[in-house]
Structure formats: C-alpha cells, structure tokens
C-alpha cells in the first residue's frame, strides 16, 4: 500500500504559505482565544515641574487676549447720556387751543427750573400760538408777565433761542403783549442777544420783534437809551443775511436816529451808519425796505448835513 501523503499547502509560495500558518488562518486548527477587553491604556506621564512660558506663549496670550477679550468695556454713563439727550429730538410737543389754559401749563412748567421741562414749555407755546394765530382765536388774553419774563430768559439760551425767538415774535404780533414785553426789559434783552446771534432767520425773528416793540413809546425810548444799541445795530446790518431781516434792522435804524431829534446821534458814527445803509439798500433788499433806507438816509443827510453822493461808488 502506498503511504498517505500530507496535505499540500494551499500556496507554495513562502509568502503565503506564512499567512496559511498565522494564527488566522483558516488551516489552523486551533486559534488561539482573543482578548475580550482591549488592553488598559499606559499610564500618564509625570506631571513637568512649573516653568516659565516662553515670550513666544506670552506674545501669542497677549495677542489673543487684545482680540478676543471678553472684559466689559467701561463707559461715563452721565457722559453718554447727555450725549444721547442732546443729539435725540424733542418729544411732540403738547398743542393747547386754550391760551389761558396755555399759559398756565407753560409758567408751571418754566418755574420748575428744570432744563427738560423748559424745553417742552418753549416748543408747546411755539406750536400752539402759531395755530392760535392761524385759527384768529385768543387774541384779547395777554401773556402773563412770569411767562414773559421766562420766554425773553431763553433768548440767550443756545438749546432754546431758535424757538424762543419764534414765541417772542408770536406774542408780539397782540398789541397787548407789546406792553407787557417792554414792561419785562425785552428790548434790552434782544438787543444783548442779537450780540451772539447769526446773521440768518433766528437773528431776522429778533429783529422784527425788536421792530414791534419800538411802536410802543416806552420801547423806543428804551431803544434809543441803550449805550451799545448804535454800534451793534451797525454790526448787525454788516452780517444778516436775509431781505427780511435787513428791512428790520434799517427800520430799527430809522428809530434810533430819526426820534425824539436823534437822541442816538453820538452812540455811532452816522456816516458809517449811512454807508451800511446804502449797501444793504443795493444788495438784496425788499421795496419797503428801501423806502426805508431812503427816509433814514435824507434823516441823516438833515441832521448832520453829509454828503452821500460819494459814499458808495
């Protein structure tokens, strides 16, 4: 009989021949058992004794921190809200039909001294006396002398003046309130603002309430006994702007030198008060405020006999 023979390898190359021994084999017959578990994992290293870190870690924390820090910024709260009040506009003001009720409100309002409180008093009695004088109503009640007197306070009042002059000239449109405007020292305390005022509409709404008060008798003379009134009227002639307000100021003019046998005749130079006259006269100016400027002009011509034929070229 012929002995049996072992089994041949599947592979006869080494290579394979490697895999078919290996403990995965499929020809092993006994493979060896397999771990349930993985391994534990190696212990940590020690922990490194303390060091410096290098200036490249402390740059680099450094950066890091300026760019994404997470610190609150500290701001002046009373900075920013002052800030915040003035840039916000006022509130809608409140419109009262009533002027005896409107003035009530705006002299409890003014007396509080506080400057909110006096902002909302000024805009209401703006925006009510303008509807009041559209609708023709309220005419005979006169404001009350504390309203007044606070209104003509504003005057110099950098938040308050625009509106303030707008009150002033709507209250001095009634005869009444004339009298009672000249009696508080509006004509001094206009005069004293229009010193700061611009040349545009805030300084023309002054003017032309200046204009109003001198048809009162006592406001004209006040006006003509005021020591800087010459001076600054010439001032103010060389800066407005507008047609309307020059026709004031030339009217404003025309009172202080032409009254009263021109009281005011030494306050300035009427030479120079001619010259701004005749320039103001051939720039852009009303016909009313030419007429003006030519019964002003022939006032100065009689009382100090010049000769204007060669003032202006």
Known sequence: MKPKQPPRPLFSCAFFRHCTQSVLSPTNAN?????????????????????????SSNTSQSFTQW???????????????????????????????????????????????????????????????????????????????????????????????????????ALCLGECNRHVAVEEGAVGKVVEALVDLDGGAVAERALAALELLCTVAEGAAELRAHALVGPMMVEVMRRVETTRGRENAIGILAVIYGGAGGDAVGFAPQEEVARVVMLAMQGDCSARGRRKGAQLLKMLQENERLDLSQEVG
Do not use: W
């Open 31 to 55: 493979p060896p058992v397999l771990p349930l578990s993985p391994p534990p994992p190696p212990p940590l290293p020690p922990p490194q004794p303390h060091s410096e870190p290098s200036s």
């Open 67 to 169: 760019r994404f820090s997470h610190t609150p910024i500290s701001t002046n709260s009373s900075l920013e809200a002052t800030q915040i009040r003035r840039q916000s506009p006022p509130p809608p003001p409140v419109i009262i039909s009533d002027l005896q009720e409107l003035f009530h409100v705006a002299e409890l309002q003014l007396s509080t001294g506080d400057d909110s409180d006096k902002v909302k008093a000024i805009y209401m009695l703006q925006h009510s006396l303008v509807n009041a004088r559209s609708g023709d109503g309220g005419a005979s009640v006169s404001c009350p002398p504390a309203v007044m007197r606070r209104v003509l306070n504003c005057l110099k009042d950098h938040d308050v003046a625009k509106p303030a002059t707008k009150v002033l000239l």
